[in-house]
T-cell receptor, first 112, second 112 residues
Framework: AQSVTQPDIHITVSEGASLELRCNYS??????LFWYVQSPGQGLQLLLK??????LVQGIKGFEAEFKRSQSSFNLRKPSVHWSDAAEYFC??????????FGPGTSLSVIP | EAQVTQNPRYLITVTGKKLTVTCSQNMNHEYMSWYRQDPGLGLRQIYY???????DKGDVPEGYKVSRKEKRNFPLILESPSPNQTSLYFCASGLTGTSPLHFGNGTRLTVT
């Protein structure tokens, strides 16, 4: 079955440190890939998306992600984390049934 | 302002008492969907709708009903709620099923 995995359930980083959240997908064809962020008590908000073209995509809030077909990965990065980035992050991928499935999420804590 | 509105935000009910969670979007989106979010499982799709009067089952449809009589509204109905439906529910909408989604702020349901 097609799936999206996020190997890290929880990550803690210090404010100002760099961040990388991992995501792997199993959809074989050219995927549509997304990263969403969920702040406490809120719904999910789109950070960025990849459909085609440049494999490094820029998003909101200073985030970027790189699509690597050879590794079936779409990792999210930020060079310097702010305390307000503490949230749950979800990777998502289109499936062959024209649906989007979500990974289990990575919870990010930021130490001041 | 573009938004997806869910009501209520919090709901506590007893086993077997029918309830409806409403969802409305003001972006003229064709696609709407319901998800439930449980710890460690990410978001799982309950039902979705590609357009008015067109609905289909997602991954976990048992115990739920939906209807799409108008483009803007997509209510979720639990005719006989059970404790295993205690969860955080999200409504989302998008231009298509693989477009970026706009999410409501969620409904936290507790069934005792």
């Amino acid at each position: 079955a097609q799936s999206v995995t996020q190997p890290d359930i929880h990550i803690t980083v210090s404010e100002g440190a760099s961040l990388e959240l991992r995501c792997n997908y199993s959809y074989g064809a050219t995927p549509y890939l997304f990263w969403y962020v969920q702040s406490p008590g809120q719904g999910l908000q789109l950070l960025l998306k990849y459909f085609s073209g440049d494999t490094l995509v820029q998003g909101i809030k200073g985030f970027e992600a790189e699509f690597k077909r050879s590794q079936s990965s779409f990792n999210l990065r930020k060079p310097s984390v702010h305390w307000s980035d503490a949230a749950e992050y979800f990777c998502a991928s289109k499936t062959s049934y024209d649906k989007v499935i979500f990974g289990p999420g990575t919870s990010l804590s930021v130490i001041p | 302002e573009a938004q997806v509105t869910q009501n209520p935000r919090y709901l506590i009910t007893v086993t077997g008492k029918k309830l409806t969670v409403t969802c409305s979007q003001n972006m003229n989106h064709e696609y709407m969907s319901w998800y439930r979010q449980d710890p460690g499982l990410g978001l799982r799709q309950i039902y979705y709708s590609m357009n008015v009067e067109v609905t289909d089952k997602g991954d976990v449809p048992e115990g739920y009903k939906v209807s799409r009589k108008e483009k803007r509204n997509f209510p979720l109905i639990l005719e006989s709620p059970s404790p295993n439906q205690t969860s955080l529910y999200f409504c989302a909408s998008g231009l298509t099923g693989t477009s970026p989604l706009h999410f409501g702020n969620g409904t936290r349901l507790t069934v005792t």
